[in-house]
């Protein structure tokens, strides 16, 4: 159980575009959803935290107006890149609480999506 | 602030053991949890500890020292495939994951 998925897996697209990615649990409602931003060979950066029906809340440095967060139900969340730029070229990771469960902490990860702006 | 320190890299063999150290300072502490991240992917979860003590876990154990700001991930009969990164990733009072970069793991025939 707690699988969470992502889509897509890899995408390129060309600077000044827009790029949706989805990040969905398939088994289970997530309380809260999680966007991090992984750079070659460095650590997970949180972006922002979601709870859904209401706006995410962005750490420190990421741009609101520039990764738009929609989490629309329990089970879905979306981050779009938008006006993306070659420096925005990351590996992008979601993960989801689990909610209501003992173990309420750990975060499930989903796949993750590469993204690479031309 | 906010700290995490693990070995950058450690290699190891094939059948071997090896003891992974983490030491963290954190403000408030929830519990800290192991990732195994392969290149390329997301993180995989491992374990959780949250009471002093060590966790058994298969072929991986996972040890808490609250008071010493210290836990460690033991793996037992390394396989090719445990060649991955360990991430050591407290929960602060906020219950937010504070990420490292990780201890790189190389496993050699």
């Known amino acids: 159980g707690a699988v969470v998925s992502q889509h897509p897996s890899w995408v390129i697209c060309k600077s000044g575009t827009s790029v949706k990615i989805e990040c969905r649990s398939l088994?289970?409602?997530?309380?809260?959803m999680f966007w991090y931003r992984q750079f070659p060979k460095q650590s997970l950066m949180l972006m922002a935290t979601?709870?859904?029906?209401?706006?995410?809340?962005?750490e420190q440095g990421v741009e609101k107006d520039k990764f738009l967060i929609n989490h629309a139900s329990l089970t879905l969340s979306t981050l779009t890149v938008t006006s993306a730029h070659p420096e925005d070229s990351s590996f992008y990771i979601c993960?989801?609480?689990?909610?209501?469960?003992?173990?309420?902490?750990?975060?499930?990860f989903g796949p993750g999506t590469r993204l690479t702006v031309t | 602030g906010q700290n995490i320190d693990q070995p950058t890299e450690m290699t190891a063999t094939e059948g071997a053991i090896v003891q992974i150290n983490c030491t963290y300072q954190t403000s408030g502490f929830n519990g800290l949890f192991w990732y195994q991240q392969h290149a390329g992917e997301a993180p995989t979860f491992l374990s959780y500890?949250?009471l002093d003590g060590l966790e058994e876990k298969g072929r991986f154990s996972s040890f808490l020292s609250r008071s010493k700001g210290y836990s460690y991930l033991l793996l037992k009969e390394l396989q090719m495939k445990d060649s991955a990164s360990y991430l050591c990733v407290p929960l602060d009072s906020n219950y937010q994951l504070i990420w490292g970069a990780g201890t790189k793991l190389i496993i050699k025939p």
């Open positions: 088994d289970f409602q997530a309380t809260t």
């Open positions: 993960s989801a609480r689990v909610l209501g469960t003992s173990d309420s902490y750990e975060q499930y």
């Open positions: 979601s709870n859904e029906g209401s706006k995410a809340t962005y």
């Open positions: 500890n949250v």
